[in-house]
């Protein structure tokens, strides 16, 4: 074999890649209650205002409610009842005092008392509790996710599409209330079907006000409404960040597994290429996804936009001092129904993301989510953040603004790692596109000055026992007969 052969097979089986995850922390805000729980009636709701915005491919729900203390002692534990059906595409559940728009939010769990209720519990800590008789106004605020229904379940190309949502005009609230109102708002004025009597004001519907509303009470209502823009869900989405010292580079990748169109689909799922690009010259509204827009942070740069085909030409990037933007064009139209998996991924420079602390440490600053940006909105059902610092690196603390339900430690070998690299991998559930702002994470690690030699000293020594190999064994003498003495 000769010596060039050898070094080209010794170095592929050096830069092989493999990933190994090691899981040694996992946290849950998940939390079981006996079977014959009841929440105490320690509150009463004396007015509650709550709004459903349905201008966008998932529900935005905010609450206003003004609360007393109807018990003898102090109480903590306020509980917001979710239908067992829907509590799986709640997220995004945060309450605060009114009053105080400053102060960090209470403390939220969901709770669960019996896997078989129609009722389930998210519990809310109120810090510090309200005494007897006092009151506190709460905000509370959550999003539903893949909670409407296209009607009809079937439309043509350039039909209208509308969806369908189920609500009751009744607050649910598992203590009684004393005067209280629903207001949703819709997209456009087009409204064709809704129940009840509603006071109707433009695209805005309000029920009631409702006096004296027991306990567990609910009066269901539904709409139908014009939404002719895409309802654009992923299920799920994988994120990677990874820090390079010696690159001076932090290089961003997003997987978009299944990203799919929750829309209307096409009558017998027949598409017209011909009347679709006869109609690109007015662009009327359409239930399709015909591009996604990317915004990045300042300095990035060398994107890439792949499908499982391969690389895909259809893309814009333009980079600027206050932002990058990243247009993309999918090969075809996303129409409800329709899925279209890929990813996209792009370099940025690590002096924008991560300095140096005073003692010594590392502090690393990203955005827990980028993504598309559309006015009609995106959802994720879950999102995988992976932080993947350079080798030798050990994880001290971390912050997130978007609530996590599990964290993980592990390794991830890439080119030329002996040990691999520290690994923190962060897991959200339900999260939708307007948590990309103000979402950055924030992850302190230590960096020994060894640990940055370890990769040129691995180098070094791989060079050099491929030439010692190769060495040897091109001074092994293998020749069968023995040579003649000259």
Do not use: C
Not at 103 to 115: K, Q, R
Not at 271 to 289: D, L
Not at 302 to 313: A, K, R, V
Not at 376 to 396: C, F, H, N, W
């Amino acid at each position: 074999m000769k010596p060039i052969a050898l070094f080209s097979l010794l170095l592929t089986s050096l830069t092989s890649i493999a990933t190994a995850a090691i899981a040694n922390d996992t946290q849950s805000s998940h939390q079981i209650l006996p079977n014959a729980f009841e929440p105490p009636q320690v509150f009463k709701n004396v007015n509650v205002n709550r709004n459903i915005n349905l201008e966008k491919g998932y529900i935005k729900e905010s609450i206003v409610a003004l609360i007393e203390n109807v018990d003898k002692a102090p109480q903590a534990e306020y509980y917001i009842p979710f239908s067992s059906d829907i509590v799986s595409k709640v997220g995004g559940v945060q309450v605060r005092d009114k009053n105080k728009a400053d102060a960090a939010p209470f403390a939220s769990e969901l709770v669960e008392y019996d896997g078989n209720s129609p009722t389930q519990f998210y519990r809310i800590t109120l810090s510090p509790p309200l005494a007897p008789k006092a009151q506190i106004t709460l905000a509370i605020s959550y999003h539903l996710l893949s909670s409407l229904t296209p009607l009809p379940a079937e439309i043509q190309q350039q039909d209208k599409q509308y969806l369908v949502h189920t609500f009751s005009s009744f607050v649910p609230s598992v203590y009684p209330t004393l005067k209280q109102r629903t207001k949703l708002k819709f997209p456009t004025v087009d409204v064709p079907e809704y129940t009840g009597k509603p006071e109707r004001q433009g695209s805005s519907y309000t029920y009631g006000p409702y006096d004296n509303v027991p306990a567990g009470v609910t009066q269901t209502e539904r709409v139908r409404y014009d939404f002719t823009k895409p309802v654009i869900h992923t299920p799920f989405l994988e994120r990677d960040v990874e820090v390079s010292h010696w690159g001076g580079n932090v290089a961003f990748e997003e997987r978009y597994n299944h990203l799919t169109n929750q829309g209307a689909a096409l009558v017998g799922h027949l598409f017209s290429r011909f009347q679709w690009a006869s109609t690109q010259f007015y662009k009327p509204p359409t239930s399709a996804i015909k591009e996604f827009h990317i915004p990045l942070k300042p300095g990035s740069l060398n994107p890439y936009f792949t499908d499982e085909i391969g690389n895909i030409s259809t893309s814009n990037f333009r980079s600027g001092l206050k932002e990058s933007v990243l247009d993309l064009k999918p090969r075809y139209p996303i129409f409800g129904g329709w899925n279209f998996p890929f990813r996209i991924g792009w370099d940025a420079d690590a002096k924008n993301f991560l300095r140096k602390g005073k003692d010594g440490s590392f502090v690393l600053k990203v955005p827990f989510l980028e993504g598309p940006k559309m006015p009609e909105g995106v959802s994720y059902g879950k999102i995988d953040l992976r932080l993947i610092l350079p080798e030798g690196a050990v994880y001290r603390e971390h912050s997130s603004p978007i609530a996590t339900v599990a964290i993980e430690h592990g390794l991830h070998k890439s080119f030329m790692d002996t040990v691999g690299r520290t690994v923190i991998k962060l897991t959200a559930m339900n999260v939708i596109d307007e948590n990309r702002e103000n979402s950055d994470v924030i992850i302190v690690y230590d960096y020994p000055f060894s640990a940055t030699l370890r990769k040129p000293f691995t180098i070094f020594g791989a060079i050099l026992g491929v030439f010692a190999v190769a060495w040897v064994i091109g001074n092994l003498d293998v020749s069968i007969g023995k040579k003649q003495a000259p």
